[in-house]
């Protein structure tokens, strides 16, 4: 009698856990946040900090903003803002675990499609200023993951769909996504031109930036639409 009742139970929570994925997968840009046995859905906001925080520059020309500095040999350009490379940077390293790429042929497509998958809800800031809270289910279309991929490196041009992201199936991507906050810190070096700038980073540990924690050199380039990471190393 009781493996029955534990029988009936089981399947009365795998039903749910299906009912809610079917209503999630109606909707584009969906955000449902739960556990990942998907035992509870409910809508959940996400909280967007400005990419760049509070600037300043210091007495010997640094630009400073929260836990980050740069020095530049040059005017930083219109429109590009470092401190979201360098983020990035931390980001590419930390999370989607890209110690580095020349060219995107050399980006592997599945840390790469997840990346982009997590951009198209940072709401204009980096995965570091962006509060999700706990897992949230994301899903989107392959024309999304296209787009983002290009703004966030240019060009795109391996198959999108090999990705374990994708659902076959349903002709779409969908994925559970982390917290990924973190407050960044580093010391960077800017050099360059308008059209292509070099970023020489140094991550640490904490404010107070006695212990490295790891280093970068990023190359940003001007595209048509706006600045990209084209190389990381």
């Not at 997840?114 to 709401?123: G, I, R, T, V």
Request: charged share 20%; net charge negative.
């Amino acid at each position: 009698m009781n493996i029955i009742i534990l029988a009936v139970c089981a399947a009365a929570v795998i039903a749910a856990a299906a009912t809610a994925v079917y209503f999630s997968s109606g909707r584009d840009y969906e955000t449902v946040s739960g556990k990942v046995e998907m035992d509870s859905s409910e809508d959940s906001g996400t909280e967007a900090h400005n990419g760049s925080g509070t600037l300043s520059q210091t007495e010997n020309g640094a630009f400073v903003s929260e836990g980050i500095s740069v020095t530049a040999e040059t005017d930083i350009p219109e429109g590009l803002d470092p401190f979201r490379y360098i983020k990035q940077g931390y980001e590419l390293k930390n999370f989607a675990a890209v110690d580095s790429f020349s060219s995107t042929s050399e980006l592997p497509v599945n840390p790469a499609v997840q990346y982009a998958f997590c951009y198209l809800y940072a709401d204009g800031g980096c995965l570091t200023d962006l509060e999700t809270g706990s897992m949230t289910y994301r899903k989107a279309g392959a024309d999304e993951i296209q787009r983002q991929l290009e703004e966030l490196f240019g060009d795109f041009t391996q198959d999108i769909k090999q990705s374990n992201l994708y659902v076959s199936s349903g002709g779409y991507f969908e994925m559970w996504q982390p917290d990924y906050s973190a407050q960044v810190y580093a010391s960077a070096h800017l050099s360059g031109t308008d059209s292509e700038i070099t970023l020489q980073i140094t991550y640490f540990e904490d404010s107070e930036k006695k212990n490295a924690a790891g280093t970068a050199e990023i190359t940003v380039k001007k595209g048509k639409s706006g600045y990209y990471i084209a190389s990381l190393a």
